[in-house]
């Protein structure tokens, strides 16, 4: 019976990865994975920034805590004069950066109230970030992000499954890149590397957080693109204020 049920779940996968853009219902995901990806569209939220030549102005962010942090990937997003964020219900608000990683290639926001912004804005719904890491490698994730910009308001983010293959120490300093990344990755069997992914939850089958979708890292030899997560754990860190490596 469980195998029945997860290869429903592949087969609506495969149909999400091969339509590119649509986003899906929790019943479309399949029962074993409904909890899972109802849990993640209630604690993530859909950023719109500066945008420059190709490089897009859309994003994906992660809520963290009940004062309305949240976390997401780092970039040209970020630069402008205007953060907005759209939460889950609809609701725009607009952002700041508090602080950034440049070993994550990551950012973390705090939501500004609009009548005082010394007063938080109360984020009930939010991710516990784990001190250690749960996942494993062959465990099934949903990576559920605002992947091509295809929710702008109340509409439900996009999903994909996957499995984590491994779990691995990137250094794209020592390479060509333009995105510098240094530090441990879960790499996942599942299209994740996509404009406007980046700062999407990625959950296991009972939605607890164990990573977060990562900025697009693209080979300039072969073209082909990494789609990996940054661990929870490290994210753990990085809210915290604490060493990374």
Same mark, same amino acid.
């Given at each position: 019976?469980? +195998?029945?049920?997860?290869?429903?779940?592949?087969?609506?996968?495969?149909?999400?990865?091969? +339509?590119?853009?649509?986003?899906?219902?929790?019943?479309?995901?399949?029962?074993?994975?409904?909890?899972?990806?109802?849990?993640?569209?209630?604690?993530?939220?859909?950023?719109?920034?500066?945008?420059?030549?190709?490089?897009?102005?859309?994003?994906?962010?992660?809520?963290?805590? %009940?004062?309305?942090?949240?976390?997401?990937?780092?970039?040209?997003?970020? +630069?402008?004069?205007?953060?907005?964020?759209?939460?889950?219900?609809?609701?725009?608000?607009?952002?700041?950066?508090?602080?950034? +990683?440049?070993?994550?290639?990551?950012?973390?926001?705090?939501?500004? %109230?609009?009548?005082?912004?010394?007063?938080?804005?109360?984020?009930?719904?939010?991710?516990? #970030?784990?001190?250690?890491?749960?996942?494993?490698?062959?465990?099934?994730?949903?990576?559920?992000?605002?992947?091509?910009?295809?929710?702008?308001?109340?509409?439900?983010?996009?999903? %994909?499954?996957?499995?984590?293959? #491994?779990?691995?120490? #990137?250094?794209?300093?020592?390479?060509?890149?333009?995105?510098?990344?240094?530090?441990?990755?879960?790499?996942?069997?599942?299209?994740?590397?996509?404009?406007?992914?980046?700062?999407?939850?990625?959950?296991?089958?009972?939605?607890?957080?164990?990573?977060?979708?990562?900025?697009? #890292?693209?080979?300039?030899?072969?073209?082909?693109?990494?789609?990996?997560?940054?661990?929870?754990?490290?994210?753990?860190?990085?809210?915290?204020?604490?060493?990374?490596?």
């Amino acid at each position: 019976m469980l +195998s029945k049920r997860i290869s429903t779940a592949i087969v609506c996968s495969v149909a999400i990865v091969l +339509s590119g853009i649509a986003p899906v219902s929790a019943e479309e995901v399949g029962g074993i994975f409904a909890k899972a990806n109802e849990i993640a569209q209630a604690r993530c939220v859909k950023i719109f920034g500066a945008s420059i030549g190709r490089v897009e102005g859309y994003g994906t962010g992660i809520i963290v805590s %009940n004062e309305g942090h949240i976390l997401t990937g780092g970039g040209v997003m970020l +630069s402008g004069r205007r953060i907005m964020v759209v939460m889950p219900d609809g609701e725009r608000y607009q952002a700041k950066v508090v602080r950034r +990683s440049q070993d994550l290639q990551a950012a973390l926001l705090q939501l500004i %109230n609009p009548l005082d912004e010394k007063v938080p804005i109360e984020t009930p719904d939010f991710f516990e #970030l784990p001190q250690e890491s749960t996942a494993d490698k062959g465990d099934w994730v949903l990576s559920v992000s605002n992947l091509f910009k295809v929710a702008d308001g109340r509409e439900q983010l996009s999903v %994909n499954l996957g499995v984590i293959s #491994l779990r691995t120490k #990137l250094d794209t300093k020592r390479g060509t890149q333009d995105v510098p990344y240094n530090a441990e990755v879960l790499l996942v069997d599942a299209i994740t590397s996509n404009p406007g992914a980046a700062g999407g939850a990625v959950v296991d089958v009972d939605g607890n957080l164990v990573g977060m979708v990562g900025r697009v #890292l693209e080979s300039r030899d072969t073209r082909t693109r990494l789609n990996y997560a940054i661990p929870a754990d490290l994210l753990f860190k990085f809210y915290n204020g604490q060493p990374i490596n």
